[in-house]
């Protein structure tokens, strides 16, 4: 089955650096377009990023562009989410997602808290 596992969270002071990664099991990793979206305290799941499967282009919803980096690495079937100039506002769960068939497939998240 679908498996994915999140990781890299934590706490860090305003304009500081994390690096996200989503342990990908269960399925053709290199077949999907993988996304991150988060979830902030009171508020609905936000998209973040995605990537492309094949090409590896990318997307970035404008809170975060220049500031977050996309990537995967599909021997390893993970995708990461590079983090930098973190602002209190990125405070959120963290999960990546995978469209698979009709369902959409999410990990249990980590946590990002963003403060000093």
């Known amino acids: 089955q679908v498996q994915l596992v999140e990781s890299g969270g934590g706490l860090v002071q305003p304009g500081g650096s994390l690096t996200l990664s989503c342990a990908a099991s269960g399925f053709t990793f290199s077949l999907y377009y993988m996304r991150w979206v988060r979830q902030a305290p009171g508020k609905g799941l936000e998209w973040v990023a995605g990537i492309h499967n094949a090409d590896g282009d990318t997307y970035y919803e404008e809170p975060v562009k220049g500031r977050f980096t996309i990537s995967r690495d599909n021997a390893k079937n993970t995708l990461y989410l590079q983090m930098n100039n973190l602002k209190s506002e990125d405070t959120a769960v963290y999960y990546c997602?995978?469209?698979?068939?009709?369902?959409?497939?999410r990990g249990q998240g980590t946590q990002v808290t963003v403060s000093s």
């Open positions: 997602q995978v469209d698979y068939g009709a369902d959409t497939k």
